[in-house]
């Protein structure tokens, strides 16, 4: 039952990470210390069933249960306070970075781990460099609402993609749907619809069942890979990953949607709070929440060695 409800925890917080453009849901996994056990679930999902099940199960009942909640309720949190909001995520990532970095800890730096950290970070501060300048140009809300045939087809390769998120740490797969213009229609359109104000619920209902369908693909597909890559060249992907997470920390502050938001607060009137109120909490928020996510790792840490001892 501990194991069960630390999977569940654990799902619930990849969820949060995953609804939320700029963080990655496999950055919350690590950080949460069940990155490894789910992609190796994963992978040998046919190989091991039962096991397999076990371990996801929890794990997927948490993202599910956190993913639809955190939408409606990020949708209103960010549009009047999204600063503070990213401050805290933010916060919370550079706190848990000793975690992170530990595996690396005392082996030798070689070339291709530089190459792999730099590429990845590179990697990561793009999508948020195009996010700002795509982020305007693709609006698909009017397929959304009337979709043809071919648009159901649409939502699987983009549910794949969408899948990063919960597979590649750093990654943002909600970040990657907003370049393509598919994540501010999809958190509308599921908004309306738990709202009870959908104008075509079945059609709503038939697109995030495709999208579903490619998120489910594109996880099982990823982390097939992840896990070779793990296994065979693990040292440099540990510092790509690190790469990817330290790249989104920055991609948190400079992408479509807080640009965006960035511009409302220069104007006074279109959020909950002046600029020079929001900033100075945000950047306090950000410290403090950075000081208690490595206090409360560090502890975690501390009593899992206790416990080891005392075995």
Request: proline letters at 3%.
């Amino acid at each position: 039952m501990k194991t069960f409800l630390k999977r569940l925890l654990a799902g619930i917080g990849i969820g949060v990470g995953a609804a939320i453009p700029g963080v990655s849901g496999g950055t919350i996994a690590i950080i949460l210390d069940v990155y490894e056990s789910v992609i190796g679930a994963v992978s040998n999902i046919f190989k091991k069933f039962k096991e397999s099940i076990i371990i996801l199960i929890p794990i997927l009942i948490g993202i599910i249960g956190a993913l639809i909640p955190c939408i409606i309720l990020f949708d209103k949190l960010l549009e009047g306070m999204m600063f503070i909001m990213v401050s805290i995520f933010a916060g919370l990532m550079i706190g848990s970075m000793p975690k992170i970095t530990e595996e690396v800890k005392g082996n030798k730096f070689t070339k291709n781990n530089g190459i792999a950290l730099i590429i990845c970070f590179l990697l990561a501060i793009s999508i948020g460099i195009c996010s700002v300048f795509l982020g305007d140009k693709i609006n698909l809300l009017a397929h959304f609402e009337n979709p043809e045939i071919w648009f159901y087809f649409i939502m699987i390769p983009v549910g794949i993609i969408g899948s990063f998120a919960l597979v590649i740490p750093g990654i943002s797969g909600s970040m990657i749907l907003l370049i393509l213009g598919f994540y501010t229609p999809l958190i509308k359109v599921v908004s309306e619809l738990f709202k009870g104000h959908a104008s075509n619920p079945g059609a709503v209902i038939g697109l995030v069942a495709c999208f579903a369908i490619g998120v489910i693909l594109g996880f099982f597909l990823c982390s097939k890979a992840m896990k070779k890559l793990l296994n065979n060249f693990h040292l440099t992907t540990m510092w790509g990953i690190i790469g990817f997470i330290v790249g989104s920390i920055i991609t948190l502050f400079f992408n479509y949607t807080i640009y965006s938001y960035y511009q409302k607060m220069s104007s006074l009137n279109e959020t909950w709070m002046k600029w020079y109120i929001e900033v100075p909490i945000g950047i306090i928020l950000l410290i403090v929440f950075a000081i208690l996510s490595y206090l409360l790792l560090r502890y975690l840490k501390k009593r899992s060695e206790t416990k080891l001892e005392n075995k």
